[in-house]
């Protein structure tokens, strides 16, 4: 530092002049203290011993040695300072990186190298296939040790988001990246199913649009399709895409080739029920009823595609002191890069709606429609009302080019969303007359804009056409409807505001309000101890001891909550796929347990969290996506790499569960019912005979002869006779009368039938009482299962002079299925 100041008052002095030799010399030295150096030295030991005029071969040989020390980060920086990138292998610098959570490192590395971007987003892709493994990186890397945090950075579900990521920022073709395509199709073809068939939040014809586009040409996704429509819709839907698409015969699951057969000819491509129904501009008078309506004729909505009718929407909106409501809509994109071009930006004023058609790149680039968009957004004397607008902003800049050479100015924008999140904020705990204290987006079947509306306006709004192909044309009813309400109700929902801002906790200046990013308001200055206050409050609203949502959201071994002791049926959680041992361990303690299914993405789990008031349980790099889409403290991280039993006692101690014999085996290991029905050998007896399960088994006749009296159907006793050998077990469970069981059918009121081919006729003679699960029909009954779990959770079981013996239980079923836990 001393020489670099002396440097400045003597410019002249230079290395220049000196003897080769010597200069040699001293670049040599000055070499070595590279990867000594703080970096901040770096760049003036290459300026003063002028180290790019080194031989390139001795340079590289100073950054192999220092790959081979495994000192990757100096390496990078000392490679980028001498530009030496295209001259090495990329994987020997970037790989480490990547693995010690240096991204943005490899990321500069490659920068500015065509090739090496490339080369880096290509490997990152590979890292993504079906058939990738650790063990070849550890083949290819043996110096590296990877420890199971590495491990867990190069999971297909991370590494495709930095796939897309960077093929967005380097501007890489999708194609050179399949993997990762083929991974975003896949979770995109999930979330469809889930929006159509599970939440019902998507038309048919929509949900049919972005199905084709997502699957076309790609034998493989079309195959999953078929399997996700046998779960999600049946066998008849799946067999009418699977024809669509020729899957061929050996490909189909099971049932799917039949079901083809039972279908009636048609056309290919033609689906039942997949024709556009009629699409009046009325909805139906239940829609009318349910959501928030558009209270101007149809004739007050224009559709705008030329000049003149752009001219006719310049004059009403740019007049001084107008209110104008901005939406943009444009297709979402399922599986590729997103590069959202607006398709139709909708600005409504009172009493009428004006519909801006992009789609047409004649009038869309043309210079007088980007200077009306210019001087819309720039004037401040047009007040124009937006929520979330920053999204759509982003969006429109991507739409014109001209907007990068000269940035379009943002004048005279009220956001409603920064509006809403203070209206909730100061609300929240209020009573009075303002809207329901709710998070938003949380806690509630609306969110987002829907949710403002229905809090100001008293309807939500139908955001049945949100996800619809808004590059089409034309445009059905629905799509017009929807797009015009969209902005409509922005202009009510400003006037309703404005008009008594007070009943909705709300300053008079609704200007006054800072954006969520000012970070300036009371709520989020508030301090940890009252924010431990408020959300100890919350959680023991939800029945949850307030210690157990702490901060700390990782449980540790020997973690204990020093809240009010919970029954095991008090706490109800939703485990994400990477820990389903610990569910199904947790679930046979008695607690209430939800399940993701291996092919579930994350993010069900946090839906089930929001809905259900659920803890998410998980582990790994999901808890950080996860913990930000829930409240404060309801997802929890464990260590994957312990063993299922020890999670559960950690997860026990940690809620400060007090478990007892009869919790065991309190909820159905298979689909977490609590409700169990007692059913004595006889009657079993009676219903597997009349059923023909034990004309197999005709050889049991000679053990006993109970069997040979047995009474019609119709006399199921009430209530369950038990023998006195029978069983002294009685879970903390719900017991449903014998009546409930439809004597015909053997079904449920839930619709489960009666398992009876799982029981086996021989072990009538030594079973005295079956329990059946009324919720899917499983049937139980005494074994050893019990005992074995007593044993395994003695340290976290309270038994007492009062608690029933272990001996008898509830083991499991005849499969086998639930004595591996």
């Not at 001393?2 to 670049?27: C, D, H, I, K, M």
């Not at 309506?293 to 001084?320: M, N, S, Y």
């Amino acid at each position: 530092m001393e020489f670099l100041r002396w440097r400045e008052s003597n410019p002249q002095a230079s290395l220049e002049g000196e003897p080769s030799e010597r200069v040699r010399s001293l670049q040599i030295r000055a070499l070595s203290l590279l990867s000594e150096a703080q970096p901040s030295y770096i760049e003036p030991l290459l300026d003063i011993y002028q180290l790019h005029s080194l031989d390139q071969g001795l340079l590289l040989g100073h950054v192999g040695k220092l790959l081979n020390s495994g000192i990757y980060k100096e390496a990078a920086l000392l490679s980028m300072k001498l530009k030496l990138q295209s001259e090495l292998d990329m994987e020997q610098i970037c790989v480490p990186l990547i693995l010690q959570d240096k991204m943005p490192l490899a990321e500069s590395y490659v920068k500015g190298h065509s090739h090496l971007e490339e080369g880096l987003v290509k490997l990152l892709d590979a890292w993504c296939s079906p058939n990738f493994s650790v063990v070849q990186l550890q083949r290819k890397f043996p110096g590296l040790s990877l420890s199971q945090h590495q491990t867990e950075r190069i999971h297909p579900k991370m590494l495709s988001k930095q796939v897309f990521r960077l093929m967005e920022h380097f501007n890489i073709d999708p194609a050179l990246c399949p993997n990762s395509v083929t991974k975003r199709k896949l979770d995109s073809l999930k979330f469809l199913m889930y929006k159509r068939f599970v939440e019902k939040g998507m038309s048919e014809e929509n949900w049919s649009d972005h199905i084709q586009a997502t699957v076309a040409g790609s034998p493989e996704l079309q195959v999953y399709l078929v399997e996700l429509l046998v779960r999600y819709s049946g066998l008849h839907s799946a067999a009418q895409w699977s024809m669509h698409y020729r899957v061929p015969r050996e490909r189909l699951p099971m049932g799917v080739w039949d079901t083809q057969q039972n279908l009636p000819p048609s056309k290919p491509g033609e689906f039942e029920g997949h024709a556009p129904s009629a699409d009046p501009w009325e909805p139906p008078p239940a829609h009318q009823q349910q959501y928030y309506q558009l209270p101007i004729a149809k004739d007050k909505v224009h559709f705008l595609h030329t000049l003149e009718g752009l001219e006719l929407c310049r004059q009403v909106v740019l007049k001084p002191g107008s209110r104008v409501g901005v939406d943009m809509e444009w297709l979402a994109g399922f599986g590729a890069v997103p590069r959202q071009r607006v398709a139709l930006i909708q600005l409504a004023v009172r009493e009428e709606v004006f519909l801006i058609d992009l789609r047409e790149t004649t009038f869309s680039e043309h210079e007088h429609t980007v200077e009306f968009i210019r001087t819309f957004f720039s004037d401040p004397k047009v007040l124009k009302l937006g929520y979330g607008m920053s999204g759509d902003l982003k969006s429109l800049l991507a739409t014109w080019p001209q907007f990068t050479d000269e940035p379009l100015k943002v004048d005279g924008v009220l956001d409603l969303l920064n509006v809403h999140q203070q209206m909730q904020r100061n609300c929240r705990g209020g009573g009075g007359r303002g809207p329901r204290s709710v998070e938003v987006g949380e806690g509630t079947a609306e969110k987002g804009l829907s949710l403002l509306v229905q809090q100001v306006l008293g309807k939500p709004l139908d955001k049945m056409e949100q996800l619809s192909n808004w590059e089409r044309r034309p445009l059905r009813n629905s799509q017009l409807r929807y797009a015009a309400i969209d902005a409509y109700c922005l202009l009510e929902v400003y006037l309703t505001l404005s008009q008594d801002p007070t009943r909705f906790h709300l300053p008079v200046d609704l200007h006054s309000i800072p954006s969520s990013q000012a970070g300036n308001n009371k709520e989020e200055k508030k301090s940890k101890k009252d924010r431990e206050k408020e959300k100890g409050k919350q959680a023991r609203c939800r029945g949850v001891p307030s210690d157990a949502l702490s901060q700390k959201s990782h449980v540790q071994p020997g973690a204990t909550s020093q809240g009010v002791a919970m029954k095991p049926q008090q706490l109800r959680v939703v485990c994400d796929n990477m820990l389903q041992g610990l569910g199904r361990y947790l679930r046979s303690l008695g607690v209430d347990v939800l399940l993701l299914e291996n092919n579930d993405d994350h993010k069900v789990a946090a839906q089930l969290a929001r809905e259900e008031g659920r803890i998410i349980l998980t582990s790994g790099q999901p808890y950080q996506t996860l913990k930000s889409q829930v409240g404060e403290g309801r997802c929890l991280a464990l260590d994957c790499s312990q063993r299922a039993r020890d999670q559960a006692v950690q997860v026990l101690q940690y809620f400060n569960i007090q478990l007892t014999p009869d919790d065991i085996f309190s909820r159905c290991q298979a689909c977490n019912g609590d409700e169990y029905m007692r059913l004595p050998r006889e009657d079993m007896a009676r219903m597997l005979r009349e059923r023909g399960f034990m004309q197999v088994q005709a050889q049991v006749k000679k053990v006993e002869n109970w069997e040979e009296q047995y009474e019609p159907l119709s006399s199921l006793t009430p209530v369950a006779r038990e023998a006195p050998e029978g069983p002294r077990y009685s879970p903390h469970c719900r017991w449903a009368p014998i009546s409930h069981l439809d004597q015909k059918s053997l079904k449920f009121p839930s619709g489960a039938e009666l398992q009876l081919h799982t029981v086996p006729p021989g072990i009538l003679p030594r079973i005295h009482i079956f329990f059946i699960c009324t919720t899917c029909g499983k049937v139980f009954w005494e074994g050893s299962h019990f005992d074995r779990i007593v044993n395994q959770f003695q340290e976290v079981l309270s038994i007492g002079e009062d608690t029933p013996s272990s001996q008898g239980g509830l083991p499991g079923d005849p499969e086998g299925e639930l004595s591996g836990i």
